[in-house]
């Protein structure tokens, strides 16, 4: 019996024991909200443009501030890097449009390209960029591999103009892509770097 009072005794002080202090505070759990903002892009009627957003734990909704991003014709192709965005269009006279937009400084650039050509059956393969200059690569009929011959354009984003300078490549290439200052050419059975610094690469424009 004496045993039984010691146990009934004892897991009452345990009891007493984790029960919380009356001087201590109770800390309340408070869910934590965070606001985003988000920048979203799309694509109705051939325009590209941006939407704003507005998000926190539970809702997203629409930020009724003035986008920074002028709506453009919806790209052919396009890059991003980051918050530099480059987009590449072909114009109906044989031309092309080339517009790089940083979406952290809403500062926009837009340059024509090819006008030193006008050769219709151009056709552009692929872009991609740096934070100073916009490369493309294309092709055009010639004496080249399956009849055509391939170049790789970098256009000078900082100047006025798109100042620009390329080279014919040997392959056709599939896709580039900028890395480590240096623009890669990846082709089926090929990777070729191609220094950025053009120091023995330079060309002269076409006319």
């Keep these: 019996m004496n045993t039984c009072k010691s146990c009934l005794v004892l897991l009452a002080v345990l009891a007493m024991g984790c029960s919380p202090s009356e001087s ?14 988000y920048s979203v892009l799309l694509t109705h009627n051939d325009l590209l443009s941006e939407s704003l957003l507005n998000a926190n734990g539970q809702v997203i909704t629409l930020n009724p501030a003035v ?3 002028e709506s453009i014709e919806a790209p052919q192709l396009s890059y991003r ?4 965005l480059s987009f590449y269009t072909g114009g109906e006279d044989c031309t092309g449009t080339l517009i790089s ?4 400084t809403s500062v926009s650039r837009e340059f024509t390209v090819f006008d030193d050509l006008a050769d219709c059956e151009l056709q552009v393969k692929s872009i991609t960029h740096s934070e100073n200059a916009i490369y493309l690569v294309y092709s055009i009929p010639g004496d080249g591999l399956k009849g055509m011959d391939y170049f790789l354009r970098r256009v000078d984003a900082t100047s006025a103009d798109g100042t620009f300078s390329e080279i014919q490549l040997q392959k056709e290439p599939e896709q580039i892509v900028f890395a480590n200052n240096r623009v890669l050419s990846f082709q089926a059975t090929l990777m070729r770097k191609i220094n950025t610094g053009w120091s023995y690469m330079m060309y002269p424009a076409r006319h």
């Design 101 to 104: 937009f940083d979406f952290r």
């Design 67 to 69: 986008s920074s991003f």
């Design 81 to 84: 890097d980051g918050t530099l």
């Design 24 to 37: 201590e505070p109770v800390v309340e759990e408070n869910e934590v909200s965070v606001d985003v903002n």
